[in-house]
Structures are given as structure tokens and as C-alpha cells.
């Protein structure tokens, strides 16, 4: 069988004894950078006090935060999935006894039983992952509430709102970047895969439009210095 390679210059014909089948080193279909990107794009609008996307001044960031928190959950619980089935196949992934275990105890069996080495109990990315666990689960499972005929129970609600809001939104984001730095540095950086990247960096002379908000960069660098202390021992 004969193929022709197209190149600057010239077209070369090759001769192949067998048709070439290229393997693609990822999964089709994934979703996890696409949930990424969501949570990051609603994060910086939630930081940025003047987006709203025309929601107003209550319901613009209440928006952005909530898909900050879904999204982040999401994209966990899709990675998790794929990290699974590309070290141990999609059949074991797919296993009840794994698949529908909730995300902290899954991470922690997951680094342990690909890697021999679980995630830290009292770590950072461990700790941030069951708030925001917790964060999602309020979420994906509230319940309004009786008001009353002074209309109080709305303001009380809205300033436990706000309170919400700037706790679990920040951690969840932080989460993303704080599980894919501690990954990265334990046994289980060899598999790749992980869920946030400097998608700043990019090799010499490919073309990058990528650009990070300047508040998530910040929280970002902080999510770096706090890992780099938790390694120390600090």
C-alpha cells in the first residue's frame, strides 16, 4: 500500500506494508477541561464585581458562583472517572463499588490502589474537596423555606447567602488547582490527565489566545505558594 506525505516543500510517496493506525494518547469524548473552563470563566465573573451578564446585582454573582461550584464538581468527578479508566480500563471504572462512591473517598481509593499511595487525609486538596462536596450537595439539594409577613426570612436568607458565597465559591475553584497540584507531585504524576494546567505556558512556536483573568491568576499563585508550604512541612 502506498501513501503520499504532504510536506513544505514536496510530496514523498512511502510505501507501507500495512495500513498505519495512529493511537491517540487521550479518551474522546472527555469533558473534564470543558467543565474546567466553565468554572473558570464563572469564577473570574464572580470576582469581577461589574459582570453580572445583566442579571443584576444579586442574581448576576449568585450565577457565577454557583456554576463555580457545580462546574468544579463536575469536572472532579468526570476526571476522576477518566483517571480511573485509563490506569485500570473503563470496566472497572464503571463498577459500582467505585463509580457511585462520592468524590472523597473516591480520590483517596483511587490514589491507592493505582498508585499505592493515597491522598493525604489531612491535606489541602483532601480538606478543600469535602467543602466542596458539601457546597454542591446544598446546592443540588435546596430547599426554600416559609416566609414570614414581615418578609424577613429573604433578608436573613440573603445575607447566609453571601456568606456562602464568599466561603465555598473561592474553594472551589481552589480545589480544582490544589487536587491537580498534589496529584502531580505524588506517585500518581505519571499518568497525566490532570485538571487544571498554566495553559500559559505553550511550546515554542505554537500560538496561545489563551487569557486568564488577572483575579483568578492571583488565587491561582496562592493556590501554588500554599501547596509548595504544605510540601515543606510548613
Known amino acids: 500500500m502506498k501513501y503520499v506525505i504532504t510536506t513544505f516543500k514536496k510530496e514523498l510517496s512511502v510505501d507501507v506494508l500495512e495500513p498505519h493506525r495512529y493511537i491517540h494518547p487521550v479518551r474522546a469524548g472527555s469533558m473534564v477541561q470543558t467543565y474546567v473552563d466553565i468554572a473558570e470563566q464563572a469564577f473570574g465573573d464572580f470576582l469581577n464585581e461589574a459582570a453580572t451578564g445583566g442579571l443584576g446585582r444579586y442574581e448576576g454573582p449568585r450565577v457565577s458562583g454557583i456554576k463555580t461550584i457545580v462546574f468544579a464538581a463536575m469536572a472532579i468527578e468526570a476526571a476522576a472517572f477518566e483517571f480511573a479508566a485509563t490506569a485500570l480500563g473503563d470496566l472497572e471504572a464503571s463498577k459500582p463499588s467505585l463509580d457511585r462512591v462520592s468524590l472523597v473517598p473516591k480520590w483517596k481509593k483511587l490514589t491507592r490502589q ?36 414581615t418578609g424577613t426570612v429573604r433578608e436573613t436568607m440573603r445575607t447566609e447567602w453571601v456568606q456562602f458565597e464568599e466561603d465555598q465559591v473561592p474553594n472551589a475553584y481552589m480545589t480544582l488547582v490544589l487536587l491537580s497540584l498534589e496529584l502531580e507531585a505524588s506517585p500518581c504524576g505519571i499518568f497525566g490527565g490532570f485538571l487544571w494546567r498554566d495553559r500559559s505556558i505553550c511550546p515554542p512556536g505554537f500560538r496561545n489566545d489563551y487569557l486568564l483573568n488577572a483575579r483568578v491568576k492571583k488565587v491561582i499563585d496562592r493556590c501554588q505558594e500554599i501547596h509548595k508550604k504544605h510540601l515543606k512541612g510548613v
Open 114 to 149: 493505582i498508585c499505592g499511595q493515597s491522598l493525604d487525609n489531612k491535606g489541602l486538596a483532601i480538606q478543600h474537596l469535602a467543602k466542596l462536596v458539601q457546597a454542591r450537595n446544598k446546592l443540588v439539594h435546596y430547599k426554600s423555606v416559609p416566609e414570614n409577613v
